[in-house]
Nanobody
Framework: QVQLVESGGGLVQAGGSLRLSCAAS????????MAWFRQAPGKEREFVAA????????TYPDSEKGRFTTSRDNAKNTVYLQMNSLKPEDTAVYYC??????WGRGPHLYDYWGQGTQVTVSS
């Protein structure tokens, strides 16, 4: 198994930036495709970003319009989510997820999940 721990969340004003980290332990991160999802109160879990095993391919929902960037450092067993130009509607708990054999935008593709980190964007 792989254990995932997110960090870097917090309170930020609209227009600000945050960088989330997801540290993995238990297995080598390079064996997993990684993704970020978020869930706001009363809403379904929403895809935010995904990155391939080597980090050479990323995918994002069209709605983000280049505001979010994910990257990974397999040597550090860590994945990052850089979030810029944050909006109040970005407020949610952000989760990282690891998938051994597939990757993409569906949460069902991922085998392991972190506990999440809260991001709150004030207007």
């Amino acid at each position: 198994q792989v254990q995932l721990v997110e960090s870097g969340g917090g309170l930020v004003q609209a227009g600000g930036s945050l960088r989330l980290s997801c540290a993995a332990s238990g297995r080598t991160l390079s064996n997993y495709a990684m993704a970020w999802f978020r869930q706001a109160p009363g809403k379904e879990r929403e895809f935010v970003a995904a990155i391939s095993w080597k980090g050479d391919i990323t995918t994002y929902p069209d709605s983000e319009k280049g505001r979010f960037t994910t990257s990974r450092d397999n040597a550090k067993n860590t994945v990052y989510l850089q979030m810029n130009s944050l909006k109040p509607e970005d407020t949610a708990v952000y989760y990282c997820a690891a998938g051994r054999s597939a990757w993409g935008r569906g949460p069902h593709l991922y085998d392991y999940w972190g506990q999440g980190t809260q991001v709150t964007v004030s207007s």
